[in-house]
DNA sequence: TGGGAACCAATGTTGCGACATATAATGTAT
DNA sequence: ATACATTATATGTCGCAACATTGGTTCCCA
């Protein structure tokens, strides 16, 4: 649907005002339908990137401090993120031997079988980008990455 | 910046991955940076929003339902960003004369002077897009709207 | 080696999104 | 007119973002 219809506004000041709210807008778009595929899983999206981010250091175990510089959002609180994991034992948390500052953060085998069962979840719903053409989506990557320069 | 170097991730599946995360993670840019921008003002994106709903209704009233439809985010707490704003005295809330279920909500003449200060702050941000063309500002927009076909 | 700086994680607070439920007012059908 | 559905808003709960602060640990160097 026409971004003018999504959020009842007739017209944009100019193309770059429309251009930020339509990548907002879209943003949530895509959020919002990636969430609701994870939430029969009893999963929420920053709990799932933390899982994948651990499945990647398995069996290396990561710090609070990994998880966040590898987050998208640097200013979540990983902290509380890995206490809903924990307490459905998907991660274990324990002190660093050679560090007792940080905390080795590991994923379970529970926590591993449910990224199995996620598996198509992420790529399924990327491929709601599919009315895009291949190249498109790659013109659509380097238009962002000039706004971010 | 490039986004693999940003969310030090070094491959994506394929361009259409690639796409979703930029996407998602240049809204969040964007919206952090505009954001920073208002906090000056006491004022959150949502309260500016719903600010800019209202006066755009003013004189006249506008329900909770009216702030809903045209937010961006359809399923947030209307009701309770019009508390924030009417605790700051920048919006009155007060019983629909015609249908005493519903609530007129209008916004205050300090409400209106707060728009007028922040006035170029939006379109500040927005320009934050100038290492865009307007054409490629377009073209983007034009991208994005396809996705959500 | 003693002390302050730097580091790492946890916690407290506020505001919001998502979702379910409550409460009151209105509309409608018989 | 009464019962029932519908509408409009408010409220409760959970999880997360943003930001500040705390507490414990390690580092470093004078």
Same mark, same amino acid.
């Given at each position: 649907? #026409?971004?003018?219809?999504? &959020?009842?506004?007739?017209?944009?000041?100019? +193309?770059?005002?429309? !251009?930020? @709210?339509? %990548? /907002?807008?879209?943003?949530?778009?895509?959020?919002?339908?990636?969430? +609701?595929?994870?939430?029969?899983?009893?999963?929420?999206?920053?709990?799932?990137? %933390?899982?994948? &981010?651990?499945?990647?250091?398995?069996?290396?175990?990561?710090? /609070?401090?990994?998880? =966040?510089?590898?987050? @998208?959002? #640097?200013? *979540?609180?990983? *902290?509380? =993120? /890995?206490? #809903?994991?924990?307490?459905?034992?998907?991660?274990?948390?324990?002190?660093?031997? $050679?560090?007792?500052? !940080? %905390?080795? =953060?590991? &994923?379970?085998? +529970?926590?591993?079988?449910?990224?199995?069962?996620?598996? *198509?979840?992420?790529?399924?719903? $990327?491929?709601?980008?599919?009315? @895009? $053409? +291949?190249?498109?989506? !790659?013109?659509? $990557?380097?238009?962002?990455?000039? =706004?971010?320069?």
């Amino acid at each position: 649907m #026409k971004l003018e219809d999504e &959020i009842q506004q007739r017209a944009f000041k100019n +193309a770059y005002q429309k !251009a930020h @709210l339509n %990548v /907002v807008f879209t943003a949530g778009w895509l959020q919002q339908r990636l969430a +609701a595929a994870f939430k029969p899983y009893g999963l929420t999206l920053p709990q799932y990137n %933390v899982l994948r &981010i651990l499945r990647g250091q398995h069996p290396k175990p990561a710090t /609070v401090n990994l998880l =966040i510089e590898r987050m @998208l959002d #640097k200013t *979540s609180n990983a *902290s509380r =993120i /890995v206490d #809903k994991l924990e307490a459905k034992h998907l991660v274990t948390r324990q002190i660093c031997p $050679s560090n007792r500052r !940080a %905390v080795d =953060i590991r &994923i379970t085998e +529970a926590g591993l079988e449910l990224l199995r069962q996620t598996e *198509s979840l992420a790529d399924g719903q $990327s491929q709601g980008l599919h009315n @895009l $053409s +291949a190249e498109e989506a !790659a013109q659509l $990557s380097d238009l962002l990455d000039k =706004i971010r320069d």
